[in-house]
């Protein structure tokens, strides 16, 4: 197993988001869920990310935009940059996830199943994330359509 299921405090952490399509949109929503509190950087956002609660820059990126940050996540489809972005970010010690590049990650994004202060994670140590999918919507129904207590 490479990857350790913990939680991490968000609440006063700098999150960035590098990346403004499609993938970049998909992370953006879910993080929506649990914060309001990210940057988004990317020479193209989407409607989407636009929506959310983000601060949101329409440019490219700049090794700068990694001071003070807390968590990244890169997504902006161009392998080479992501790899790039990651290398940069490791040399500051910041915890990045490469989406799409299990392999560059130092965290990976569980299928999240969430009820008031219940969450519940799903991960497959980035090997079948479908099957995790499946898994959280099947804890998903059984806690809302079979009457499960949450208390």
């Known amino acids: 197993m490479d990857f350790l299921p913990i939680n991490i405090r968000i609440s006063d952490a700098r999150i960035l988001i590098v990346g403004g399509g499609k993938v970049a949109t998909h ?20 409607d989407g990310i636009k929506a959310l609660p983000f601060s949101w820059e329409e440019r490219d990126f700049a090794e700068s935009d990694l001071d003070g940050v807390t968590l990244l996540f890169v997504c902006t489809g161009n392998h080479e940059l992501n ?4 290398s940069l970010a490791r040399q500051r010690g910041i915890l990045t996830s490469v989406c799409d590049s299990p392999a560059e990650c130092d965290f990976t994004s569980p299928a999240i199943y969430r009820n008031g202060d219940l969450t ?19 804890i998903k129904e059984s806690i809302e359509h079979d009457s499960i207590q949450i208390s």
């Open 27 to 46: 992370k953006a929503t879910i993080l929506s869920r649990f914060t309001e509190r990210a940057t988004v950087i990317a020479p193209e956002v989407s």
């Open 83 to 86: 790899h790039h972005i990651h």
């Open 120 to 138: 519940i994670s799903v991960a497959s140590d980035s090997k079948n994330v479908k099957r995790s999918i499946r898994v959280r919507d099947r």
